[in-house]
């Protein structure tokens, strides 16, 4: 999620995963590896109420919001980018010099790089698990090639695994949810590679009930994995709401985000947007901003 890709392109990024989970196909058989369930394959629910969470007594608010003045308020910086992987325009597999020199150039102004790549399949619900597997390994590819490079630099991957799912969790299905954590398992590999995970919670609709529904169980999801989660939250509403789309989210909606992944028990929070929404406005954040309020006194909070 880069301020050089054209708004066009960035649209079609963030639209790229799917929001509902309607294949569903087992992965037993393969040699993907499995973990063990949680409490998400109930059928009466989404999540385990009774589940014990422990708030992280450290949990950080990471900064990828890319506007060119913002007000200071103590947010972490880290680096969230798409470019870099590749030689010339050549998307379908990363290059090794370029990694290695990405990994150099982040590691003079961060500790903490994700790597988001979005157009290699890594859905075993959608293709087969030989492409998953081909995707999986030139991911793992890129975070070998960026570890040895800068063993210092800690490395997380935007969006899966989990895989972001709303529906299932919502619906609590007990098929659903099973077939949501097979594909999850099937990326094992990932989460054991990188050293943190950055499920994407942006939000649809303006049920708030909802989203807090969705985001725990893809939270709990992520936690299955063992490794310092940092859920991706998005300042606006996703680009497949009609009505709603790029609008800012409403600072009582924002609050209630910013408070869940608190709650979940995950270590911390990317903040995300990008100016270039707003081509008419300045590329700046408005202090006067409800969500950018709600942001303020969160932090302080801490």
Request: aromatic share 12%; with cysteine.
């Amino acid at each position: 999620m880069n301020t050089r890709y054209s708004r066009r392109f960035l649209l079609r990024l963030l639209t790229s995963a799917s929001v509902v989970s309607a294949l569903s196909c087992s992965s037993e058989g393969t040699s993907l590896p499995k973990l063990q369930g949680s409490s998400l394959a109930k059928p009466e629910n989404a999540s385990d109420p009774k589940r014990r969470v422990t708030r992280s007594s450290k949990f950080a608010v990471y900064d990828s919001l890319m506007y060119g003045e913002k007000p200071k308020i103590g947010l972490t910086p880290i680096l969230v980018t798409g470019r870099g992987y590749w030689k010339g325009q050549d998307y379908s597999k990363p290059d090794e010099a370029a990694c290695r020199q990405l990994a150099r150039e982040a590691a003079e102004k961060y500790s903490k790089v994700v790597v988001n790549i979005e157009h290699w399949q890594l859905d075993v619900r959608r293709a087969s698990t030989e492409k998953v597997q081909e995707s999986m390994n030139k991911i793992l590819q890129v975070i070998r090639w960026m570890r040895s490079e800068r063993p210092q630099l800690q490395l997380g991957f935007y969006g899966s695994p989990p895989h972001r799912d709303y529906w299932g969790p919502i619906r609590g299905n007990a098929g659903v949810l099973r077939d949501w954590q097979r594909a999850n398992d099937a990326l094992k590999p990932i989460a054991d590679a990188i050293d943190f995970l950055c499920p994407s919670l942006y939000a649809f609709y303006d049920d708030v009930p909802g989203w807090v529904k969705y985001a725990s169980a893809n939270i709990e999801e992520a936690q299955r994995f063992g490794k310092p989660v940092y859920p991706f939250l998005w300042t606006r509403y996703h680009v497949s709401n009609r009505l709603r789309k790029l609008q800012y989210i409403e600072g009582d909606y924002w609050k209630t985000q910013l408070e869940t992944v608190r709650d979940s028990g995950a270590e911390g929070v990317v903040l995300w947007d990008w100016f270039g929404f707003d081509r008419s406005k300045p590329n700046a954040i408005d202090p006067r901003s409800d969500w950018w309020q709600a942001t303020v006194k969160f932090k302080q909070s801490l």
